[in-house]
Structure formats: C-alpha cells, structure tokens
C-alpha cells in the first residue's frame, strides 16, 4: 500500500502563486509516474499534470500549460506542482496520484492510488 499526502493548498488571489506538494510513503514504489487531477464543485475530476518515473518527460493539460510546472524531488517520493498565474477557474481540489501508467495517457481510472485532496481556490 502506498500512502499520498498532499499539501500546499490554500487561498489566493488572481494572478497569484501556490505550490503543492505530494509525498509518498508505505510499501516501496519504482517505475510509477506520479501526477496531479483536479476536480471542481459538480464537475467531473480532470488530468493537470504528470512526471514519469525518471523525471525526464512530463505532460500537461492544456488548460495550465505554461503556468503550471510539475516536478519530483530526489528521493522520487515527493512531487511538486508550481502553480502561477492562478485564474478563479483553476479553483478545485487537488489530487495527487501514482500509476503504472504512460503519462501522455495519465487517466483517472488507471491511478494505483490516490492522496485524499488539497483544496485550492483562487479568488477574483
């Protein structure tokens, strides 16, 4: 079992900046691609960025390409996502997930495991 805990979110203004993070813990884990989803009051949860195992590639939605920068510590366990420029239609819980997955085909119903959620909400 692999544990994710998210953290990071919060409240912010327009134009403004927050920094998620997700680390792993529990069983030990290799070849994952790690990312993050998104899911905004009563729509359905959407892909926003993800990393492979070696850290060399990533892939982003194209509603936060160029604002968004998703990168993995070190150790592998931990991941980060950069968000700037945050527009009030960024505003969701964000989710930090592990999958055995291509991440140019990161989808929701082929995650291993999922963190519980940080809520960001960005005002106008």
């Known amino acids: 079992q692999v544990h994710l805990v998210e953290s990071g979110g919060g409240l912010v203004q327009a134009g403004g900046s927050l920094r998620l993070s997700c680390t792993a813990s529990?069983?030990?884990?290799?070849?994952?691609?790690m990312g993050w989803f998104r899911q905004a009051p009563g729509k359905e949860r959407q892909f926003v960025a993800a990393?492979?195992?070696?850290?060399?590639?990533?892939n982003y939605a194209d509603a936060v390409k160029g604002r968004f920068t998703i990168n993995r510590g070190n150790a592998k366990n931990t991941m980060y996502l950069q968000m700037n420029s945050l527009k009030p239609e960024d505003t969701a819980v964000y989710y930090c997930?592990?999958?055995?997955?291509?991440?140019?085909?990161?989808?929701?119903?082929?995650?291993?495991?999922w963190g519980k959620g940080t809520l960001v909400t960005v005002s106008s």
């Open positions: 997930a592990v999958g055995r997955r291509s991440i140019y085909d990161f989808r929701s119903d082929g995650m291993d495991y």
């Open positions: 990393i492979n195992w070696s850290s060399d590639s990533t």
């Open positions: 529990g069983r030990a884990f290799s070849n994952y691609a």
